[in-house]
Each structure stands twice: as C-alpha cells, then as structure tokens.
C-alpha cells in the first residue's frame, strides 16, 4: 500500500468513526425524547429540552452533510450508510428503537437540511404517538407526517418482499460453500493448496446475503445431510456464526474473518478415523481420547497450510478452543491462564447448536431447536458465555426459524420468520403446511399478529411445538421450495 492510500484509507475510517459515534448519540437522544414524549405532552419542558439537544446534533451533522439518515435493514441500523455497532450497555436502547421503526413499517427516516426545531418537535410527537392497537401501518403514519407539513423530514417504507431470485442466489451460495469445503478437504488430503482467496470470496458473498436474506438462511440451516455430516454442520455453523458475529455489531471484515474460522473449525476430524465418528454407541476411553485430538489436529493444519498467511490468526484460535466451556472445562484442556477467543465463544455456541439438532448415529433422537435452545439456557455460565448465548437465543427467537408448530386452530405450520418485535417474540410467521383435519396443503405464509375484524381476539396462537421426524417432515424442503417461485 502507498504512502497516499495509507492517508486516505486513514481518513476514511476516522470519518466513518465520526458517522458512527454521531449515529449512536442521535439514536439514543432519539430514544430519549421518544420515552420522555410517551409519558408527557408535548409542550413539557423536559421534552423540549432534550429534544433540541437532539436537535443540535441533527443541525451539526447537516452542516457537513446532505441529509442524515437512520436506515433499518435486516436488523441492523445504518447511519448515513455507516454500520452502527452497540455494547451492552446501549444494546436494549438499539433493540426498542428497532422495534419502535419496524412495528411501523419504516425502513428509512431521512432528516434535509433546512430542518427546523420546531418540525423535529412535531415529528417525533407524530412518530411517538400512544396507539391503542400493537401495530400502526406505515401509510397512517405517512398521512400524518404529510399533514402536519414536515418538509425537511422524508419516510421510507420497510421492503418487505422479497427480491426476484434473491432466494435462489442464497441457496446456490449455501450448496457453493459445502462443494467449496469438500474440495478443500479433498485437496488437504492430497496435500495440495487450498484456494483461501475463493473462501474468502465466500464469506463475502455470505454477509451480503446475510444482511438482504438473513431470514431465509435461518432456514436454509436446516439442511441436514447425514452423509456428509461434516461438511453440512461446517457450513450451517459458518452461516449461523456470521449472523451472531453480525448481531454483536462486528464489521464486515471481522464478519469475513469469522467466517472464514468458522468454516475449518473441524478440519481436524479429517484425521479422526470414520467408525469413531461414526460409532453407534458409547467411545471407549482410547477412542474418546483420539477424538479430542481433533482440535489439535486441525490447528496444526491450518498452520501448514501453504497459504497461511491469508488466514485469519483467530482460525488458528477456533480450530483449537472450540470445545473449551465456559468454566474452562471441555477439552483440549492445556491451559487456564487465559479464555478463549472471542470467535471461539462464539463458534462454540453454534457448533453444539447445530450439533444437537442434528440426528447422529449414535443420538438418533435429534432435539428440536426450540428444545436445544432451553438446554443451551441451562448451561449458560458453564458452557457458553451467558452474554453471547442470550443474543443469540435473540436472534433465533423463541420459535426458530423451521420449528414445526400446531396451532389453536388445529393447522400444522413452519415458523418462516421470527416476530421481530420483543413483546410478540410468540407470534411469528407461519407457513401452513396442514389443515384442522390434518390434510397435508401448501398452504398460505400467514401472520400470527393478525386479529378478528373487532380487534377482540388473535386469529390463531400457537399451542406447542412438534417434531418433524416423528410426522416425517423434512424442514429443509419447505425452504428449498421458495427457490422455485
């Protein structure tokens, strides 16, 4: 890299760090005046006053720049094209207000230059207006917006459809990532170089299907192949890392990264001999040692790798730690002094995740997601880091996405989408796939928010959740068959 692109580089992040420290404080300021707004009315000093301080921010960044934009996609909130990050500190103000923009449809709110205080004033009087029902639509909200004369303040509406062909180009990257895997395998055994830069240009192209699609590859992640277990967990457990990873706010280059790590945490069961991984009963103490080898072995791969220099370090840190729990229990177990790399808490929650929702021969009763899930809850300290655990429980929701439900109506359905909505985390999407007589139909994807004409009641709840295996449901079909649409 050159002296000049050094420089420019240099000023191109401290310009992006600037979006990012301004985006965080208008939505938090936002989040302020919102609260204060629900509780008082609006010529309340208090409001007044914290509204012109988000005001003041506005105005500042205005000043430089031609608008100032708050865009939601996919559950990530964007500042004028920048990424926002949170902590755990700000996380729960970043969720409500996501909530708050998508429980009302908005997908952009767009601030001009020429904003006066006096519109912000009304405009978030408009926004945060106390509404009897759950939900407002974005055209009632619109309407009002356009009746009070708000013209330096522009709304865009969320796109809830989904794009011509979109689901087809996720699913050939999904069947790309698992025919890439197999030939690195193939290619380690032959001793042969393994094409990182295609890898690479993998995990790219997955976190931009993750940040259009991420629903449908929730959905694609119950694929299970059992023939080539290996190389299917590998990629869900690639997949499901990167949302996780997405979801704590790492950048996409760090997103790349753990991608990339994710994708050969298990190199090392190349090594493993098939009839103990394979065993259909209990491993003998000598078969459960050459098993825990695996991290070792594949740590030691990565390292001889002829283009090692492309790999991520943290690779080297996954392959090895990601059966180390929580309490510093698990295995390989040589050291205490330090804990595990962040990528390796992580890989380490959706490697069990997957593992466990998978039929194996010798665990032929695989647990449903939601059942993995309240296991995993019990072990958070032990096991998993109990932070990282709850954001992903979070992301997945209380139904996943592929959980089998039966409903008060008698229907059988599969979860397609979780509710994004905190307060309604029990009431997803369903695609119907059985009538109240328990007629198999390609039915409808419908919306457990939806109420009777009177507002009296929901239409349908869900009663419990089912096991596909023991109805001979296959989840992963349902999913597959939104590629032909």
Do not use: W
């Not at 996380?91 to 020429?114: D, H, W």
């Not at 094409?195 to 931009?208: E, G, S, V």
């Not at 499901?240 to 090392?268: N, T």
């Amino acid at each position: 890299m050159s002296a000049t692109e050094g420089r420019r580089r240099s000023r191109s992040d401290q310009h992006d760090k600037f979006l990012h420290q301004t985006g965080v404080d208008i939505l938090l300021r936002l989040h302020v005046v919102y609260k204060i707004v629900k509780l008082y009315e609006r010529n309340n000093e208090m409001y007044a006053e914290q509204a012109r301080t988000l005001f003041e921010i506005l105005a500042g960044i205005l000043r430089q720049q031609n608008e100032a934009s708050i865009k939601v996609r996919q559950g990530a909130v964007f500042f004028n094209g920048v990424r926002l990050k949170f902590i755990l500190a700000t996380y729960p103000i970043f969720r409500f207000m996501l909530e708050e923009f998508q429980k009302r449809e908005i997908g952009a709110l767009v601030f001009q230059p020429g904003l006066t205080e006096e519109e912000l004033l009304h405009f978030i009087f408009v926004l945060a207006k106390k509404e009897k029902g759950a939900r407002i639509s974005f055209e009632e909200m619109l309407a009002e917006a356009q009746e009070a004369d708000l013209p330096h303040i522009g709304l865009e509406k969320a796109i809830t459809e989904e794009p011509l062909g979109l689901n087809k180009n996720t699913a050939k990257i999904y069947f790309l990532s698992i025919l890439h895997l197999k030939e690195s395998f193939e290619r380690d055994k032959r001793n042969e170089k393994i094409k990182l830069n295609t890898t690479r240009r993998l995990m790219q192209a997955i976190f931009n299907h993750m940040t259009d699609n991420e629903t449908f590859i929730f959905g694609l992640t119950n694929i299970k192949n059992h023939d080539e277990y290996t190389l299917n967990h590998s990629v869900n457990v690639c997949l499901l890392s990167i949302a996780l990873g997405r979801r704590l706010g790492l950048s996409r280059s760090e997103l790349v990264d753990l991608g990339i790590a994710a994708f050969f945490h298990d190199l090392g069961k190349l090594d493993t001999p098939q009839e103990i991984l394979n065993k259909p009963g209990k491993l003998e103490p000598q078969e459960r040692a050459i098993m825990e080898r695996h991290p070792y072995q594949g740590a030691q791969k990565l390292i001889q790798l002829q283009e090692f220099k492309r790999l991520p370090l943290r690779a080297l840190h996954v392959a090895l730690e990601h059966h180390i729990k929580e309490d510093a229990s698990g295995y390989p177990q040589y050291f205490h002094k330090r804990p595990p790399n962040l990528y390796s808490k992580i890989v380490k929650i959706v490697d069990y995740f997957d593992a466990i929702t998978t039929p194996r021969v010798y665990r032929k009763k695989a647990f449903t997601r939601p059942e993995a899930l309240s296991l995993m809850l019990e072990h958070s300290g032990t096991e998993f880091h109990p932070t990282l655990l709850k954001a992903f429980i979070g992301i997945m929701g209380n139904y996943p996405v592929g959980t089998l439900v039966l409903l008060d109506t008698g229907e059988v359905g599969i979860v397609f989408e979780s509710n994004p909505e905190f307060r309604f985390l029990f009431r997803p999407r369903v695609k119907l796939i059985a009538d109240p007589a328990g007629n198999k139909v390609d039915g409808e994807v419908i919306d457990l928010m939806d109420r009777a004409p009177d507002d009296s009641h929901f239409l349908r709840s869900i009663v419990k959740t089912l096991d596909p295996e023991s109805y001979g449901i296959r989840v992963a079909d349902y999913f597959l068959a939104r590629t032909e649409q």
